[in-house]
């Protein structure tokens, strides 16, 4: 024999408003820019990687096929299929971040993920205005097109094998070699090339199987630190010239970085979380025992002391404080034909860990307006967030990482930078650029670089 369950009606009305709660949290979690794929997501990665595959296999071969036999078929040939290829990137861009945007706008999302995908819809509308401008003048200049199969074979680029790995486009591009005169048989396997191998390490070389904590530790040796130790915002400025060059801030437990890099030189200032951002109680501190470290005995700084202990130092010179006011101008190393970018890296709220309230984030946009404010419209800032140390984490790395012999196109050299943060398993930023003046090396230094392989343009088909 069963008994009855009888339940009152006022707890049936509490238990449907929980229910109701939680079904409504469940259903609007998507649209919480926290819960959207990270750049540490292994699917998020993946697809990424698939839009950049698909781009290798079905575009690129398109455009050079274009510039091979220039006509009008072979034209909207590559339109058709720009067309086919934009929506599954505006798609993608949108599941990673719903809420960012593409960087044509001047204000790339703040995630290395995020920032691929929007840089390569910006370069699938830079070739189809290429074409379309080829059409109009009947294909008597591909330039446009040359330089634009060049920057999204760049982009492109998932693997970090040697020249032979079956890429479509790379090192081995004729086009990157002499946009001007491209071949009109770049397949003949009887046409020899001489292309170096690549600089920059990466994560996933055989040495680090992928660790991205056991790269950056590795990478960070020997590298220029931004000095910590001292109580105050510190900084490094390096101009970009024909020696390799690492900066580093290791050991980042929640501060906050600021990087500024273009062609021709880097900017990296770290500001302490404590005593930049926040305050100290120390009397209840000691009264409970407590460290001044534990993030509970911390206040927000009143706004006249953040700008002291922080905006000031990017107009004032202090101790290992180089100012960045002095390098702003239109000669300067931070202008937009130096292809300058900035981002300004800032520990998130953790679960069961420090929560930063709007004030905080308040305060790291008054950085990145000081920033844009100093050096100028052209340049905006880009938040990206890091996971502040705490329970199963370590502390974090900053890597800037430049090489101004990254590859040899003929007799052409390619310097190249990136910059690395936290643990994420892909690079924030990459800028390649043919290397000023200042950062070439004696053609003889080719052979020092690294491996030069004697291949045949149809195997010459690794990226980058």
């Given amino acids: 024999m069963y008994s009855t369950l009888t339940i ?51 575009l690129i071969p398109k455009i050079e096929s274009l510039l091979n036999t220039p006509n009008k078929k072979k034209a909207q040939d590559t339109i058709d299929e720009i067309d086919k290829v934009k929506p599954g990137a ?35 509308k830079k070739v189809t205005s290429a074409v379309q401008k080829s059409i109009k003048n009947h294909f008597s200049n591909t330039n446009d097109i040359a330089n634009t199969l060049c920057e999204i074979t760049e982009l492109t680029d998932t693997s970090d094998e040697d020249l032979d790995s079956g890429r479509p486009c790379g090192m081995g591009c004729s086009v990157c070699e002499n946009p001007a005169s491209f071949p009109k048989s770049s397949a003949k396997r009887d046409e020899k090339r001489v292309f170096s191998k690549r600089q920059l390490p990466t994560p996933q070389d055989a040495k680090y199987g992928g660790n991205v904590v056991a790269f950056l530790n590795d990478q960070s040796r020997g590298a220029d630190e931004v000095t910590l130790g001292v109580r105050t915002s510190t900084a490094v400025y390096h101009a970009l010239k024909n020696k390799p060059y690492k900066l580093t801030v290791p050991g980042l437990t929640g501060c906050t970085v600021v990087i500024v890099a273009s062609t021709q030189a880097v900017y990296m200032s770290h500001h302490y979380e404590v005593p930049g951002f926040n305050g100290v109680n120390t009397d209840q501190a000691e009264a409970l025992n407590l460290r001044i470290d534990d993030p509970r005995m911390w206040f927000p700084l009143p706004q006249r002391e953040f700008e002291d202990r922080v905006l000031k130092w990017f107009t004032t010179d202090g101790l290992d404080m180089p100012n960045l006011r002095q390098y702003a101008g239109p000669n300067g190393p931070f202008t937009a034909q130096d292809r300058t970018a900035a981002y300004v890296i800032y520990p998130l709220s953790s679960r069961g860990g420090v929560k930063y309230d709007s004030e905080y984030e308040n305060k790291v946009t008054q950085i990145i307006n000081k920033v844009t404010e100093i050096l ?29 012999v990254q ?31 200042s950062q070439k090396v004696p053609q003889t230094g080719r052979r020092k670089r690294g491996d030069l392989s004697t291949v045949s343009t149809a195997t010459s088909m690794a990226s980058l």
């Avoid at 705490?390 to 101004?404: E, M, Q, R, S, W």
């Fill in 376 to 404: 100028g419209d052209h340049v905006h800032p880009i938040r990206t967030g890091y996971n502040r140390l705490g329970a199963g984490n370590v502390a974090k790395t900053i890597l800037f990482h430049y090489d101004p």
């Fill in 90 to 124: 505006e798609e993608l861009l949108h599941n990673i971040n719903p809420e960012s945007s593409s960087t044509s706008n001047g204000k790339a999302p703040g995630t290395d993920l995020s920032i691929t995908v929007s840089q390569i819809e910006d370069s699938l």
């Fill in 8 to 58: 009152h009606p006022s707890w049936l009305a509490l238990i449907s408003l929980w229910l109701l709660a939680n079904i409504r949290s469940t259903t609007a979690a998507p649209q919480d820019s926290n819960t959207t794929p990270s750049s540490n997501s292994p699917a998020a990665t993946s697809s990424v990687h698939s839009l950049q595959n698909e781009i290798s296999a079905t």
């Fill in 407 to 437: 590859r040899w196109r003929g007799k052409v050299q390619d310097a190249m930078l990136r910059i690395w943060a936290a643990d994420r398993s892909m690079y924030i930023h990459q800028k390649m650029w043919e290397a000023h003046q």
